[in-house]
């Protein structure tokens, strides 16, 4: 009992009218370290108290700046720099797709910290140790009284002059309330070793369940189906279908995408006529005939088609496709060449795609046109 | 004459009869203090059985995978994602009430908005179990999100998918903090008249020590502003995002422009149609009809009328621009929902949705407890429908008629979809006997005579 302090002198109210004309009156008699509980907020106490506007806003803006920056600049980190991923033929940096995220990491920072902000740093919650908890002027606030209480810290406090003070502002059950210091710092140890202990049980429990959940229930039937479940494999038998094969061939009368039939089988000469080149002469086009080119024709054909093929003795040696005949084929004959083979050249059909094939024609246009340049080509 | 003039400049009381404040506290924390009578376990057996055969087809698609849902090709989405669209929209209420309608300053909401946002918190706990089902491989969620793992690998950020996941958590921590906020005060009051000693420390410790001082009320007011105006934009934003998983598709019946607005409009009718329903029995069982007055249940029928028209509307225009697009395979979806295989749940989405609740232009059905009840479960199911329509025919029968299929639900899928009721309502019971179903702080400020008169 001898270490208790007064804490403060309290009063309660019974309108809001009267809470509100001792608030003003409080605050006007220049008293700061006052403060008024009601149990709900009433209209024109921060005036009638000269409070401050709240400045928990710029709290809510940090925080959602926070949060619009770090999503976005997360978002530019992953799809940029660290792992650069093309998806739906889209750029790398699409930002229309950032905005949602972005959106909801902006609401999700600014609303939980700004409330977290408020609690620890105005409220200065939790607390539960407070000289007014548990005082009969807390219940009759907490239900339906309005009180104002005058702290003893106060410069201008005086006892008697505040308990004079409420009096006079009709102020009902003038009490004091008072604290015990043991009591109140007994309760804030933070290094209490039941909490430590209570930590450590908690940190134990949950770092061992992600572990087994993570590295031991993964493992375990039935969590590893993913490893024991039938499928088919590769060059490997399977029991699904009749003869046993795990590979199948595609159904009858099927057509694979870009491998037509080719209808002109034997028809060197009149191909010309029906065939005609689908693609350009492209910068792009060229490019991919000359790599073609140079990886299927050029061991035989030489690099310029020239006829000095590298397997020199090895293999009969090809004419060369600088021939007034070749030069003056259309493009669909040398394209049945590749596509059929000519005598002992074999076909290129399997290798080479349609598109490809073309390409090539391309490429050894630009070839004959070169070895065999006119005075307007240098123009 | 002059009797039949309304002075539609003043407001009606927000509550019944000026109770004073420690009244009702009385009636509000009645609940919290007695035994739960008979009927309550009645209900609760029910709700936890309905939550029983759920939990037991959770564990067997846990076991055995989910081919034993309905689910297949063409028509991998199917109740999963119907039911987790249907839930999310139903929280959406809680969060136009608390958030959208404070913003608005309609006092009304008051007496309500406790409750809808606990249903808010439920309901997107019950949709947040179909997607996390739907996976597949439900013991790897963390998958889900972007966290250095060793693969190397991050998540897709331009995926809807992924939106959703981001929508959806951002959304329930977002109402479950705005709702914890607002018991903060009622945790302290409740504090403050318990005698039992277990209930003050649990009170005590959630209420974080509340003195209801006005020099933190200042900053409280000041957070539930902030906490509102940014929850408005998140509601909008999370069915936004919900229907740009179908949106940002390429399947016919999908891929409109439409879905966001028409989605959200959609999610508000359902919600209010659920909060309607379990307010009218809240109020009666709670003796608080006159804190949830038959005013404020008229107010929401009077909303759902609003949204139901939306609603009604954005399914004309889709026809319309089915047929405006030229479009072969968007035109076709729209004929096939309307006379197709699922022909049936159309009509009865285009019923339940559209021509019932225009009931509610009669102040007479408005204002009838039966009445409302009924059009509000026709909502309810039409709602669900809505959901079933869009998923499953679009699915069904899309651009190649030799890849069109049918979907049919398992018993499992109606296990799960039950399941979640079971979920939502045992949640519910057991929150209107832990906290006080009104808020009682804001339902005292609004009573009559709780303000100073010169303000």
Same mark, same amino acid.
């Given at each position: 009992m001898s270490t208790k302090q007064l804490y403060s002198i309290t009063a309660l109210f019974d309108s809001p009218d009267e809470i509100i004309h001792a608030a003003s009156e409080t605050s006007k008699a220049g008293y700061t370290k006052y403060d008024v509980n009601t149990p709900y907020p009433v209209h024109g106490m921060d005036g009638a108290m000269q409070l401050k506007p709240s400045r928990l806003g710029f709290f809510a803006m940090a925080f959602g700046l926070l949060g619009a920056v770090s999503a976005i600049g997360f978002m530019t980190w992953v799809t940029l720099i660290e792992y650069p991923l093309v998806i739906g033929g889209k750029p790398f940096w699409s930002w229309p797709a950032f905005v949602p995220v972005s959106f909801e990491l902006t609401v999700l920072l600014a609303s939980v910290l700004s409330v977290v902000a408020m609690i620890v740093i105005y409220f200065k919650f939790p607390n539960n140790a407070h000289p007014l908890h548990d005082t009969k002027y807390m219940k009759a606030v907490s239900s339906d009284k309005f009180g104002i209480n005058i702290q003893a810290?106060? +410069?201008?406090?005086d006892e008697k002059a505040v308990t004079e003070f409420f009096k006079s502002l009709g102020g009902k059950e003038i009490t004091p309330v008072y604290f015990d210091e043991d009591e109140l710092s007994h309760g804030q140890k933070l290094f209490d070793p039941k909490f430590i202990g209570i930590l450590a049980v908690v940190a134990v429990i949950a770092s061992g369940t992600t572990y087994f959940i993570f590295n031991q229930l993964m493992f375990m039937p039935p969590f590893n189906w993913m490893m024991t479940q039938e499928k088919l494999k590769a060059q490997k038998p399977s029991e699904l279908f009749s003869d046993g094969i795990g590979m199948r061939n595609p159904v009858d009368g099927t057509v694979a995408r870009g491998f037509l039939p080719y209808p002109f089988k034997g028809q060197l000469d009149s191909v010309g006529k029906y065939?005609?080149? +689908?693609?350009? +002469?492209t910068k792009e086009v060229l490019e991919t005939g000359k790599q073609k080119y140079l990886t299927f024709?050029?061991?035989?054909?030489?690099n310029f088609a020239q006829g000095d093929s590298r397997l020199r003795g090895q293999f009969p040696n090809p004419p060369t496709l600088h021939s007034d005949k070749v030069r003056n084929w259309h493009d669909g004959n040398i394209y049945h060449v590749i596509t059929e083979g000519q005598n002992v050249m074999p076909s290129y059909a399997p290798q080479i795609a349609r598109d490809d094939r073309w390409a090539i024609i391309h490429y050894l246009r630009a070839l004959q046109r070169a070895q065999n340049a006119k005075e307007s080509d240098f123009k | 004459m002059s009797t039949t003039v309304i002075d539609y400049t003043k407001e009606l009381p927000v509550v019944e009869g000026r109770p004073t404040a420690s009244q009702i506290e009385v009636v509000v924390t009645a609940p919290l203090d007695q035994f739960p009578p008979r009927k309550w376990w009645y209900a609760f057996a029910v709700t936890l059985s309905m939550l029983s055969i759920g939990g037991f087809c959770i564990g067997m698609s846990l076991y055995k995978g989910l081919g034993l849902w309905g689910v297949n090709q063409p028509v991998g989405w199917g109740f999963d994602i119907v039911n987790f669209v249907f839930w999310v929209g139903i929280g959406h209420a809680g969060t136009l009430i608390s958030a959208i309608l404070f913003l608005l300053r309609q006092r009304w909401r008051t007496g309500i908005a406790r409750f809808a946002e606990a249903m808010t918190i439920f309901a997107v706990m019950c949709a947040g179990l179909f997607p996390l089902m739907h996976t597949g491989r439900q013991w790897l969620p963390m998958y889900l999100t972007p966290y250095p793992n060793q693969h190397g690998l991050w998540v897709n950020f331009t995926s809807p998918l992924l939106w959703d996941v981001f929508a959806v958590s951002t959304y329930f921590t977002v109402s479950l903090v705005f709702w914890y906020l607002g018991l903060i005060p009622d945790l302290a009051t409740l504090r403050d008249r318990t005698t039992s000693k277990i209930k003050k420390t649990i009170y005590s410790i959630f209420s974080l020590g509340w003195r209801h001082s006005n020099r933190h009320w200042q900053h409280y007011e000041r957070a539930y502003l902030i906490l509102a105006g940014f929850a408005t934009p998140l509601v909008l934003s999370v069915h936004t995002i919900v229907s740009f998983d179908f949106a940002v598709s390429v399947i016919p019946g999908w891929h409109t422009t439409i879905f966001p607005p028409y989605f959200v409009a959609g999610a508000v009718f359902s919600g209010f149609a659920m909060v309607q329903n379990v307010l009218i029995f809240v109020r009666q069982y709670f003796n608080l009809k006159h804190i949830i007055t038959l005013d404020h249940l008229e107010k929401m029928n009077k909303v759902m009328v609003l949204t139901g028209s939306m609603v009604g509307y954005a399914y004309a225009m889709e026809f319309f621009i089915a047929w405006y697009s030229g479009s072969q395979f968007e035109t076709f979806v729209f004929l096939n929902r309307a006379l197709g295989p699922y022909s049936w749940a159309y009509w009865t989405m285009v019923s339940c949705n559209v021509i019932f609740p225009q009931l509610f232009w009669i102040k007479k059905i408005r204002r009838s407890i039966p009445a409302m009840f009924l059009i509000g479960i026709t909502v309810n199911i039409g709602m669900w429908f809505e959901r079933f329509v869009i998923v499953v025919t679009s699915l069904s029968r899309d651009f190649l008629p030799s890849s069109w299929g049918h979907y049919t639900p398992t018993l499992y899928d109606a296990g799960l979809f039950l399941g979640s009721f079971g979920l939502f309502f045992t949640l519910i019971l057991i929150f209107v006997r832990v906290l006080p179903v009104v808020s009682i702080s804001e339902v005292k400020a609004v009573v009559e005579g709780a303000q100073p008169s010169h303000h």
């Open positions: 810290e106060d +410069p201008k406090f065939l005609v080149n +689908p693609l350009l +002469p024709c050029s061991p035989c054909h030489g | -």
